[in-house]
């Protein structure tokens, strides 16, 4: 049994848009932070954003901010991550994480993973 499922990575045009969902499974999913990250060919895996479980604080990486949006709805248990002005550099597999502890997501240690999304971006 997987704890998150993301889903919605895809082949895409530079300039283009996808959006990543990730639904957990946790009854107590409003009290979680979320968050994304990506791991290119040959690199470490590192953080993309991550949203606390209020929703109102959010964490973005500096590639990504202006282009990148994490949201949240509580009702469905699921993550958002929208992707627009996507970059050939973008290219990488995505996954999401959770833990109960805001740090410890923004510091990459969550203590839950997804089995991952690939996203890749054509020039």
Known sequence: QERVVESGGGLVQAGGSLRLS???FERTFENYTMGWFRQAL????AIVAAI???GSTKYYSGSTVGRFTISKDNAKNTVYLQMNSLKPEDTAMYYC??????RA?????????GQGTQVTVSS
């Not at 040959?42 to 895996?45: A, F, T, W």
């Not at 994480?97 to 805001?102: E, G, V």
């Not at 997501?105 to 993973?113: R, S």
């Open 42 to 45: 040959g690199k470490e895996r």
């Open 52 to 54: 606390a479980g209020s």
């Open 97 to 102: 994480a959770a833990d109960p502890s805001y």
């Open 22 to 24: 990730c639904t957990a």
């Open 105 to 113: 997501v923004v510091n990459q240690h969550p203590g839950y993973w």
